[in-house]
Structure formats: C-alpha cells, structure tokens
C-alpha cells in the first residue's frame, strides 16, 4: 500500500507536537482508534478559538480541524517520524469586518476573481477521508468514533447519513475510499497543509456521482458585485425564495492591484492559495424572534388587541408590522392555532402561514402599502423631544449639541434639587414651551410613568404637543450595555450633578445596574415620533442623528459641518452649573460590602445564541430542544448572564484567587477576557455554556495600563478553576439551584456524560470583564 506522504506535512505535524508542549493551550490533541481499523490511531489537533484572529498567526496552519497518524519511520529516515494529514478542515474564516483583511477596501485588494457564493448554513461538519484504499474514517471537526456516555456522536451520525447516501446511489464505502485514496481528497478539503480546494464544478460532479446533497452556488466576477448581491439579499434575508443564514464566499489571493499595499491587514496567505470569507445576516433570525415577542405579547393583552403595547424596537421593519396587522386577525378568527403558543408550540407553524400568506397578491399589496405608507400627518404646535435612555447613554450631551445648534429650550431633571423634583421638571417643560416651539425634556425617561407625565401635562394645549423621542433602545446583551455606560459615567468623573465616578465602592456602576433592570422600553404609540439612537455610537455620531432627525421632522435647516462641530466641543466640554453636595465616602475597607462572589459578565444574547442554534442547527437532540423551548416558555432564562470564578463560600482556602479578583474589580477601567462558548450541555434540570480558551483580550481598543494585571490573572488561573467555568443558561424549576449547573459541566468534561446531552456552538467568542457581584 502507497501512503501519500510529503514533507511539508510531516514538518507541519512537527511543529504543531512542539507548540503544544510549549504552550499547551494554544494547541491540543486527542488520539482516537479508527473504527473501522482499530490498529490505526488517528490523532486530532484543536487550537485555540481565539488565536486564529492574532496577526501574526501564532499556529503553524489556520485549519481548522486536523487529523494525522504516524507513519512508520523507513531506513532512510534518518530516526526522524513521519507523519500523514489524515483529514483536513477549511482554515478558519471570518464574517466582514470581524478581522482587518476581511473588510471590503481589503478585500477588493487582494482577491480576484472569480467569487463563488455558496449558502452558509448551521449544522456539524463532518469529515470523511481514507485511512487506505478500502477504509474511511468519518469524523466530526475534532472527534471521531464513540465517546462513553453518549449515545451516539456526531461523527457517528455523519457515518449513517453516509451510509444512507452511498446506498441509494448503490455505492460502497470501499468505493469511495478507493476514490479518496486516489485522488488524495477528503470530503470538505484537501489532505495536505496549504489551503487548496476544487473548483465548485468538480464538487458538483462529485455530490452527483456520490450521491451527495449539492450546495446552491452563485458566480460572480467582481468584489463589488459581491458586496452589492449580498448588500441586496440581507434586506430581505431570502435568495430564490428560501431564508438564509449568510454566504460563504469562495475566492483566491492576488497580488495587490496597482501594486498598492495596505500595512498589516494582507490576508495571512500566499499568493495564489485559496481564501474563503463570509458575509452573514442577522435576518431572517432576529425578524423571527421579534415576531415571536410581539405574538406573545399581543396573546397576554387584556381588552383589545388594537391597545397591545408593542416595544418600537420590535418594529423597525415593515415586514413586522405588516405581520402585526395580519396576527391579530389570526388570532381574533383562530384563537385556537395559539393555544399553546405561549409554550413554545406552533411558533413555526403560525410564522410560515405568514410567509406563505405574504406571498398571496393580498400580501404583496400589503408589504407595497406598508413601504409606501407616509408619516402621520397631524397638525402640531409645539414639540417636546424627550430622550428614552439610561445614565451613559450620552442624552445630555447630545441635548446640549441641539440646543446649541437650533436654540431649542432645554431643562435637565438632574439640575432640580428640591424634594418634588418630578413635578417641578414637568412645570419647567411646560414654561419653556411657552417661549420655545421645541423643547427637550432632558431626563432619562427609562419609566413609562415619566412619559406618560409629560403627555399629560400638554394634552389640553391647542394645538397638540408633539412628543419627539430620541430612543436608546436597550437591545443587547446587559453586560454591554453596563461596560459602555459604565466607562462613560467613569470617564466624566465628577462632571455631573448628583452620579459620580465612584473609584472605591463602583457605587456608579450599582446605579446603572438599577436603571437597566427598571427601564421599561418605549411602546408604539406612546409618542408620536420615535428616533432610534445608538448606544454604540460616538457622541459625533449620536449627534449627527440626532441633526439629521429634526431636519427631517421638524423642519429646521441643517446646519453645516462646521456648526456641528463646534457644537460637539461645545457639549463635550460641558459642566452642569448646579451639583448636588456629595455625600461623604467611606474609605475603610471593612465598611465596604463584600461579594458573595467574583464572576466575569459575559457580553452575550443567550436567547439569541441558543435559540439561533436550536433553529438552525440539523442536529439537535429533541430533549435539548424541548428543554430549550420550556425554558424560553417558562421564563427560565438567566436575565444576568455570569461566569463565577471564586465564590465567598471558597474561602479561605481560595483566598489568593479571591485576592487577585479583589484587584482588577477595585482597578478603574478593569481588563476585559476573551472566551470561546464551546458546548450547551443539559440534564432534566439545568441547562450551562461550558466556558473555554479563557484569554486576556489584547484588541487594540481595549489593551491598555490593566493588561499587565489582566495577563498574571490568566497566567495563575489553575486547570481546576479553569475546568469549571460556565455560564447557567436557566433551570427546569426556581427550586433547582443555579449552581447545580457547575457538578454538570464539570462530570461532562470529564467523560461522564451518561444522561447528560450536549451540542456544540462552533466555536462562538464572547468577552466579558470581572466583576464582584452580590446576587
């Protein structure tokens, strides 16, 4: 028997023993027997998540799953071992702008045609490959065979679905190994350490003649074609009428055109080799759970449908609110289709009875009406414009900018001392009013109560007061949020009336913490315009809306480039002229309240990352599904995402780590951590992410004086610690305690898994800053 052997691939299993040994979380592997021929070992190589984003790349291949065996060492080896690449996976590759040579002026440079665009779908990848020329292996991205405790793997699944195929088109395994062997492939890529695939035109061939499912495929000649045919579809979320995910594009590296070159961000690849990126679309997904809320909503209103209180965030697309319309006719004539829609059942059924309904002329013509509908129209005299924010959100400066640029009348909730500070505020609105025809309403109007107050005081007036919001929807994950806000509030310092930076005790960051669980979101028809804001953006940017919003609305005129930067100095430089006396600050360290614990917020959806791949992905045991669903039923979802690193109840005997996660909570901008969410794992009464490839996050925007500090933490985090972490996603009961959740992630890692199921999330990232928290 001939084995394919060449030495750039026994130099690249060299290199990748020698980098586990000398940093063994960089890179690990696992050995397993080959089912089909036990005598044969099949070593399995992971890297870590994290580093394939470094540049430069500190792995010797950016695969991203590998399999080798040893080869027996001939007498002309010279006592050096030889290796085989058994399977090889795509090198990993990235979304637009999620790394510097994935963005489209990049891009544009570096590729050339031509781009061939296949359907990005979820699901495990299987990997089948020769180990002769009658035997296969199938494996899935880094296992292979049986593992205890589980009834059947992924990569036993993969073999049955093989299996399936090959006999319908009256193949053998043994023919396939024959082909592989041959030609030195494996299904996904080829056997060797450079990236190379086939052209799409031999893949076809292939899946037809094997029996294999084709991937629908475009090909186009230009990067901007590319971006243009994408730019088009995310718009709908839909190519040939099915819902997609997002496209993997198939390209390769060229010299940069016209010789120009863009330092740092080539693609890490020669010239000439293959390059895959993709181009991913939060839709039809994100379109989907708002139309779940909003139904859930609308099944729990008492009295008329038509007074539900649906949250504007929810509403941005037409196609939402065209599917509100048509809901409630459906549940007013069919109740009974939602009669268990609150439990997670018919969800699917209902959405594609409004799919297939938009497809009727009747749904056409309502998406045409909905797209065309003007704004509304009403008379009004005066206008209020009212930020919807919490503390960070920056509503004050971009007050302040609107204010300076439009002389619009302003008064700030937080200049207002005296004990009725309520109804003081709303009379100051209303005075204004009387010599202003726009005021802004300067408070954070996070309750409904606050709006509701200001809509009443101006009911009566002739003609109607409009209320204008300026929106900072409160729609991703809290942890988010709170780093944001949190480093603002931080970064003014004492350069506000009553909430301070609190160096000490992060008082500030408990404040923030209150308004973001109290916030109550901005409904339709609350007010009689919504502008949504940003939270992400700059104050430039916040402000540039903001502008651009009262041009539209109001009618003011817009106001040049200039104007509007001097009247963003003019709001960053702002000081409030009144400041509540600040209270005396206890510096004792035995005043100072004490954690329960210290845990790491991850920045993290769990609703939209496990529910994404409950949806999506094609093999998901039923019992994680359904314990899924009475979750998300239930309202068993963890609200407050954390990943505890030591708890109070350790002590003493974890006094150091407790010490070392005491410093970066008291440091002022604290480190933040990167982390890979490797596996959702359930039994009947709690379901956890397993938490891996812990790092310190070294982006530029984030590195600074803590990345000493934040570095030794990681460096002194112990395998027993680190063999813990987890993130709670919920539990069956409120009897069921969080913490159970820790004895299932620990008893899965370590093998026993006997009822315990799992479902990998490919490789998700999350980040996430320490954090002494008391509940």
């Known amino acids: 028997m001939i084995i394919h052997l060449r030495p750039e691939d026994s130099q690249l299993i060299n290199d990748l023993h020698w980098l586990s040994k000398k940093s063994p979380k960089l890179v690990r592997s696992t050995v397993y027997s080959a089912p089909s021929d036990p005598s044969v070992s099949i070593r399995s190589w992971k890297m870590n998540e994290f580093k394939y984003y470094d540049v430069p790349s500190p792995f010797p291949t950016l695969a991203r799953g590998l399999f080798s065996r040893e080869l027996p060492c001939g007498d002309d080896s010279e006592g050096e071992q030889k290796y085989q690449i058994v399977a090889r996976g795509y090198d990993k590759f990235f979304n637009i702008g999620e790394v510097p040579w994935t963005d489209w002026s990049t891009l544009s440079l570096y590729t050339g ?119 088009n579809i995310a718009k709908t979320g839909k190519w040939n009428g099915e819902a997609l995910e997002g496209f993997v594009v198939r390209t390769h590296i060229i010299d940069p055109k016209g010789g120009s070159t863009i330092r740092n961000i080539r693609p890490p690849y020669p010239t000439g080799s293959s390059f895959f990126f993709k181009v991913k679309f939060d839709e039809p997904y994100m379109m989907y759970r708002d139309w779940r809320e909003v139904t859930k909503i609308l099944l729990s209103t008492k009295g008329s449908l038509n007074d539900a209180k649906l949250p504007k965030s929810k509403l941005k697309r037409k196609e939402t609110r065209l599917y509100v319309e048509w809901v409630k006719k459906e549940i007013r004539h069919n109740p009974s289709a939602f009669s268990e829609y609150s439990k997670g059942k018919g969800i699917i059924a209902t959405r594609e009875r409004f799919l297939k309904w938009m497809e009727t002329d009747d749904g056409k013509k309502g998406l045409v009406v909905e797209s065309e509908a003007p704004p509304a129209t009403a008379e009004f005299g005066k206008t209020i414009i009212l930020p919807v924010a919490i503390p960070g959100c920056g509503k004050t400066a971009v007050s302040v900018a609107l204010t300076s640029l439009f002389n619009f009348g302003h008064t700030q909730s937080d200049d207002i001392q005296a004990k009725k500070s309520a109804s003081l505020f709303i009379k100051n609105v209303v005075n204004l009013l009387k010599h202003h025809d726009v005021v802004i309403a300067d408070k954070n109007n996070h309750l409904r109560q606050h709006r509701d107050s200001l809509r009443e005081a101006v009911a009566k007036m002739d003609p109607p007061v409009r209320l204008l919001a300026l929106n900072w929807s409160l729609d991703r994950p809290q942890a988010t949020i709170h780093r944001i806000c949190g480093d603002r509030v931080f970064a003014r310092g004492d350069n506000h009336q009553t909430l301070r930076a609190d160096t000490l005790a992060k008082a500030h960051e408990d404040v923030i913490w209150q308004f973001i669980r109290n916030s109550e979101e901005l409904v339709d028809k609350e007010v009689d315009v919504s502008i949504e804001m940003d939270i992400d953006d700059t104050l430039e940017q916040a402000v540039d809306r903001a502008v651009a919003a009262c041009v539209r609305i109001l009618g003011v005129r817009q106001p040049g480039a200039e104007e509007i930067d001097v009247a963003v100095r003019k709001a960053r430089s702002y000081a409030p002229q009144k400041k509540k006396p600040q209270e005396e600050k206890k510096n004792k360290k035995d005043e100072q309240p004490t954690p329960r614990y210290f845990g790491l917020l991850p920045e993290v959806d769990l609703v939209n990352v496990v529910g994404k791949h409950m949806e999506n992905a094609s093999d998901v045991p039923e019992n994680g599904k359904a314990f ?139 980040r996430g800053r320490m954090k002494g928290l008391f509940s």
């Open 113 to 231: 045609p031509t781009y061939t665009l296949s359907l990005k779908s979820n699901g495990c990848i299987i990997f089948v490959a020769p180990i002769s020329p009658s035997k296969l292996i199938v494996t899935s991205k880094h296992a292979l065979g049986p593992m205890q405790g589980v009834s059947e793997t992924h990569s036993e699944v993969g073999h049955r679905w093989l299996k399936k195929h090959l006999e319908e088109k009256g193949k053998t395994e043994e023919q396939l190994a024959s082909k592989f062997w041959e030609k030195n492939w494996t299904t996904i890529a080829e056997t060797s350490r450079e990236f190379h695939t086939m052209p799409t035109e031999t893949v076809d061939a292939f899946a037809e003649e094997w029996g294999f499912i084709r991937t629908p495929t475009i090909t186009l000649n230009l990067i901007s074609e590319v971006k243009s045919f994408t730019d």
């Open 628 to 766: 899924w669903d009475a979750l998300v039923a239930g309202h068993r979802i963890t609200v407050r995402p954390h990943i505890t690193v030591v708890h109070n109840k350790s002590l003493p005997g974890a006094s150091e780590l407790w010490e070392r996660c005491s410093q970066l909570h008291r440091m002022a901008i604290p480190p933040s951590f990167t982390f890979t969410l490797g596996h959702l794992v359930w039994d009947k009464r709690v379901m956890a992410i397993t938490v891996d490839d812990f790092e310190l996050d070294n982006s530029p925007d984030i590195h600074s004086s803590a990345g000493q500090e934040g570095s030794e933490f990681v460096s002194k985090l112990s395998e027993e610690v680190r063999n813990s972490l987890h993130i709670t996603v919920g539990t069956s009961d409120p009897d069921v305690p969080p913490f159970e959740a820790k004895a299932l992630v620990e008893a899965w890692r370590f093998g026993k898994r006997s009822c315990i199921g799992s479902l990998e999330l490919d490789g998700l990232t999350a």
